[in-house]
Structure formats: C-alpha cells, structure tokens
C-alpha cells in the first residue's frame, strides 16, 4: 500500500480524502461454514463539544468489508491537520475476510506516520514517528469458538515525557488535571464473544464529569459471527 503524498490542510478537522481500491478473490473450496466476516479499520477520529474544540461529531479515515465471501479493502490517505488537535502524517488503512482451506480470518490494520496531537501551548501530549495497530477474528472448520487477537505496535511514541518502542502494552496515563482533564489511554481493546476492537492511541479530556473532546487514532476492529 502507499500512501497519498500530497499536502492536504483543513480548517476544521481531519478528513478523508483517498481512492478506495476493492479486491475480491474467489471463496475456499472448503471455507469454515456460514460465518459473516467484518472488519473495519479508521485512521483516525476526533468527537468533541464546542465551543472548545469546534469540531464536527466525527471526522473518519476509515475502511470496512462485511461479507460472506474474501474480500479486501485499503485506503492511502494524506497528511492531515486540524487546529487544536494537531497533525498525522501518511495514513494506511486495510480491512480483509480471507479464507484457507480450514480457516475464516477477518483482519483490520492501521498505520499512521508522523503523529502530533494535542499541542496548544507547548510540546504535543501525544507524538510518534509511526503507530501501527492489527485486530484478527479467525474461526476454523467445524468450530463454533472465534479467536481474537489484537496487536499495537509503536516507534518513538512519546507521552507526556514517557516514551514507548515496540510492542506497546495496555495502559492509561493522566496527562493533565484541574478544571480540564486529559487522559490518554494506550492500546485500548474490547474483546466480546466474536469481536475484538483495538485503540492504539486515545485522548479523553474531560470537564468535571464530561467528555469534551474524545480523539483515537488508528482503531480497528474484527468480527465473526453466524449467518442468521
């Protein structure tokens, strides 16, 4: 996959602007039986309440493929910046329902480059030279259980002073207090009976009780379940 090279700046918040190219391949001779595959991968998200951060509900660079057949999607999208926020770099996006001969496989992956994100008044809160996040939902013939997997991986990624390589482990680091919080939760994952959904980066600020700006960058989610 490659990534769009041009510059795009935008006045309000991050946008999606790509050629989406589909891909569909033949199904197994011998598929795992009657199980839907979906899998969505965004590049990034911004939701916030004005008048602080005067962004619309949901900015999304995303990817998603529900099928019962293999099927695959990427998306390469540009350089992205929002006030406030901040900036990303290239964007890569890939959402894909596979087949073996034994095995059913849904998988969802982002990567992100350049990443610099919420810097008002100094350093960002959050930066990295790359993040890369995979969810996977894979059955195999004549099983009823789904597998779920996730993994996040970074290089450089800085948090408020603390600085991650590599495999990047599940944690929450408070950033800032006082009248407005701000939170940043790492490699966050849902995992359900047939899902699992991966946050490799997101930023909650809060006012009091209340959720004013909620970003997440390069979340992916994987899921199987049974035809109706």
């Known amino acids: 996959m490659r990534s769009v090279s041009r510059r795009w700046m935008m006045p309000a918040a991050l946008a999606l602007v790509s050629a989406v190219a589909v891909v569909t391949a033949q199904p197994a001779a011998a598929a795992p039986p009657a199980y839907y595959g979906s899998a969505t991968a965004t590049g990034a998200e911004a939701q ?3 008048p602080l951060l005067p962004l619309p509900a949901a900015a999304r660079a995303n990817v998603n493929t529900t099928n019962v ?3 695959g999607q990427t998306n390469g999208l540009p350089n992205l910046s929002a006030p406030v926020i901040g900036n990303l770099g290239s964007i890569n996006t890939l959402a894909s ?3 073996t001969a034994t095995t059913r496989t849904a998988r969802a992956q982002a990567g992100i480059t350049g990443v610099s994100l919420i810097a008002p008044l100094g350093p960002p809160v959050v930066s990295a030279a790359s993040i890369s996040s995979q969810a996977i939902a894979s059955i195999n013939q004549g099983s009823t259980t789904v597998g779920r997997t ?3 991986t970074v290089q450089n990624l800085t948090v408020a002073g603390q600085t991650f390589n590599g495999v990047l ?3 929450t680091i408070p950033v800032a207090g006082g009248p407005l919080s701000v939170t940043v939760h790492l490699n966050q994952q849902v ?3 047939n899902e699992i ?3 490799p980066v997101r930023i909650v600020s809060r006012a009091g009780t209340t959720v ?3 970003v997440k960058v390069g979340e992916v989610r994987a899921k199987l379940s049974p035809t109706p």
């Open 48 to 50: 916030a309440l004005p």
């Open 69 to 71: 057949v293999p099927t």
């Open 97 to 99: 329902l596979t087949d």
């Open 150 to 152: 996730g993994l996040v």
């Open 169 to 171: 482990p599940s944690q």
């Open 191 to 193: 995992v359900t009976t």
């Open 197 to 199: 959904t991966v946050i």
């Open 212 to 214: 004013v700006a909620d």
